[in-house]
């Protein structure tokens, strides 16, 4: 079955310190990857995705992610966090079907400490 | 600022009384919208996709007599709960597609209904 892990539920960690939010898929011809952002008392926003191309996606904010299809995975990373990202993150995988086949991850909760 | 609204944003009730959540696209139509699901610690599970103007389509093994959608304009699509059960207490959110920006979804803040 078609399936999306985040194996850490939550991460805590320093202001300005690096960190990196992993997310795994399962194996599929074609997949399209997003990570979507809820803030506190929000809706889920989409950070960044993959569609095609470049497999290294960046936010306007600093987060990157890069598709590995090897590893199957499409971790998001930033070098240096603020204590506005905290929220919570969901990575999603859309299998090739229509846009609202996502599935999504349990989340990770990323809780940034002064 | 906000593109999907959500009311009411929480929402607790009695067994067996129905419920009814509204979606609404703020500054642009939708021709459709999704429905999901989230239990606590859980991930979003689509429940179904709500199309303007026809009958919505359900994801296997979500009850269609249960779930009512109704998608009456272009702008707002509703959710009914009907005969609630504590089975039925979660967090219940939904999405908009915007044509004019491909592959991405609007997410309204989310309903929490809490059934006694």
């Known amino acids: 079955a078609q399936s999306v892990t985040q194996l850490d539920s939550q991460v805590p960690v320093f202001e300005e310190a690096p960190v990196e939010l992993r997310c795994n898929y399962s194996?599929?011809?074609?997949?399209?990857l997003f990570w979507y952002v809820q803030y506190p008392n929000q809706g889920l926003q989409l950070l960044l995705k993959?569609?095609?191309?470049?497999?290294l996606v960046k936010s306007i904010n600093g987060f990157e992610a890069e598709f590995n299809k090897s590893q199957t995975s499409f971790h998001l990373r930033k070098p240096s966090v603020h204590i506005s990202d905290t929220a919570e993150y969901f990575c999603?995988?859309?299998?090739?079907?229509?846009?609202?086949?996502?599935?999504f991850g349990k989340g990770t909760k990323l809780s940034v400490k002064p | 600022g906000a593109v999907v609204s959500q009311h009411p944003s929480w929402v607790i009730c009695k067994s067996g009384t129905s419920v009814k959540i509204e979606c609404r696209s703020l500054?642009?139509?939708?021709?459709?919208m999704f429905w999901y699901r989230q239990f606590p610690k859980q991930s979003l599970m689509l429940m179904a996709t709500?199309?303007?103007?026809?009958?919505?389509?359900?994801e296997q093994g979500v009850e269609k007599d249960k779930f009512l959608i109704n998608h009456a304009s272009l702008t707002l699509s509703t959710l009914t709960v009907t005969s609630a059960h504590p089975e039925d207490s979660s967090f219940y959110i939904c999405?908009?597609?915007?044509?004019?920006?491909?592959?991405?979804?609007?997410f309204g803040p989310g309903t929490r209904l809490t059934v006694l």
């Open positions: 999405s908009a597609p915007r044509t004019s920006i491909p592959d991405t979804q609007y």
């Open positions: 194996s599929s011809v074609s997949v399209y």
């Open positions: 993959y569609l095609s191309g470049s497999t």
């Open positions: 999603a995988v859309n299998y090739g079907g229509s846009q609202g086949n996502l599935i």
């Open positions: 500054d642009f139509q939708a021709t459709t």
């Open positions: 709500s199309n303007e103007g026809s009958k919505a389509t359900y």
